[in-house]
């Protein structure tokens, strides 16, 4: 025992506590996952648009299926866990995602994307409340904006690697979308594979045997209520995402815009280096300052975004508005994910991550049909639903900044 307090000690020395193996561990498997998903996600509008010849009305149907089935799934993924540990529903939710990249790769039609892309969120919904509550077992409330951040950042750094691959794949298959369709898979299925070196408890205890009574004291049931304050929250959160629209549509628009294919991935590259850079500063803001201000702060960066998407035509203005947007997309999801996991309990985690996560899927669910819907009013472009969400993100930001919710 000895022993191992004094090498816990050396390794003190090292790293800070929260910076723990297991972090490292999910945070590679989020690394390769979302290089895979996006080396596909700019191109799945541009491919449904120009190459299977679906509407934008059909774009925001089949990505507000999508997060739909999403959705449901993260609601259900407590439910679920009564049966199956987190750690497999990670795995299967892992493995359905690199499935569903492999259906689109074979799409002829725009219902088999439609297809493949339900089966990967359904991928999604299955693993990542399971996964943000491994995340932050055994980690201080006061240092979990820290550690959602850094599994942010490391999850959208592959987010930069894969439309950089895909940009090069362009060019080395002469714009061939499919073929790089078809590559995106391979580190899906790498991605899937890491699971393996993810330790999570839940998993360990239900290896070993113990009394039927023994086992009920860590089942949903036993969980208890939400606080009130904690279901606000959630519900305030959820809310607000009826006007974030799925990013397919903004990418559509950008594209509409005149920029060409490689120009929109290009974005979608900055957007995401935004994106990374900006999730740790984001999750060590949540745990110095109080949440609300931080989140409202993204809010503003949401409706500057939206609001310069729908009134400028300018490729130079509209890339300053991409990292704008990065901003927003750190603090909604880091700051939002920790907020919530410091009001929960430790054994609401998973509980705590499926609402706000399944909620506010469906939230987006909503956000792209109805934008797809309303897509060509006005101006067309997209501008009347862009104007319409920015207006409501500043409406958003007030709320939030005055609300008591703070952890």
């Known amino acids: 025992m000895a022993k191992r307090g004094s090498e816990a000690a050396r390794n003190g020395s090292r ?12 945070s590679w498997v989020s690394l390769l996952q979302d290089a895979a998903s996006e080396m596909l996600y700019p191109l799945m509008p541009i491919f449904l648009n120009s190459v299977l010849g679906a509407p934008a009305a059909i774009v925001g149907a089949i990505e ?3 997060e739909g089935a999403m959705s449901l799934t993260k609601l259900a993924s407590a439910w679920i866990n009564r049966w199956v540990p987190r750690k497999v529903m990670v795995a299967v939710g892992y493995g359905g995602a690199a499935l569903g990249k492999f259906i689109i790769a074979l799409a002829g039609a725009w219902p088999v994307v439609m297809i493949g892309r339900v089966v990967d969120r359904l991928g999604k919904g299955l693993r990542s409340a399971a996964r943000d509550a491994i995340l932050v077992q055994g980690v201080s409330a006061r240092d979990r904006g820290k550690v959602i951040g850094f599994h942010r950042t490391s999850d959208t750094l592959g987010a930069v690697i894969g439309p950089a691959l895909a940009l090069a794949l362009l060019s080395l298959f002469d714009g061939d979308l499919r073929s790089v369709l078809w590559i995106a898979v391979i580190p899906a299925v790498l991605s899937t ?3 393996f070196f993810i330790k999570d408890n839940d998993f ?8 039927r009574k ?3 004291v860590n089942t949903p049931e036993n969980q208890g209520a939400l606080a009130p304050k904690l279901k606000l929250l959630i519900w305030l959160l959820a809310i607000f995402s009826l006007a974030n629209f799925p990013d397919a549509l903004i990418l559509l628009h950008l594209s509409q815009e005149g920029f060409e294919i490689t120009e929109v991935v290009g974005l979608y590259l900055l957007f995401n280096i935004a994106y990374a850079s900006m999730s740790f500063p984001f ?5 110095r300052m109080k949440p609300q ?4 702060l993204g ?13 400028t035509s300018d490729k130079t203005f509209s890339a300053l508005l991409v990292i704008v947007y990065g901003g927003f997309a750190a603090a909604n999801d880091v700051v939002g994910k920790s907020w919530v996991s410091r009001l929960a309990r430790d054994n609401q985690q998973l509980l705590v991550q499926s609402r706000l996560q399944g909620l506010s899927g469906l939230g987006l669910l909503v956000a792209g049909i109805w934008a797809g819907l309303a897509w060509n009013l006005g101006d067309g472009l997209g501008t009347t639903p862009l104007l319409i969400s920015a207006a409501f993100g500043l409406v958003a930001a007030a709320v939030v900044s005055r609300t008591k919710l703070g952890g």
Do not use: K
Not at 204 to 211: A, D, G, S, W
């Open 64 to 66: 507000g299926a999508a």
């Open 293 to 296: 201000h931080v989140y409202a």
């Open 193 to 195: 594979a890491a699971v």
């Open 15 to 26: 790293r800070p506590a929260w910076l723990s193996r297991n972090l490292f561990a999910i």
């Open 204 to 211: 360990e205890n239900r290896r070993q045997p113990r009394p």
């Open 214 to 216: 023994a086992r009920a």
């Open 299 to 311: 809010l503003v960066c949401f409706s500057l975004a939206y609001g310069g998407f729908a009134l």
């Open 283 to 287: 999750g060590l803001l949540a745990d």
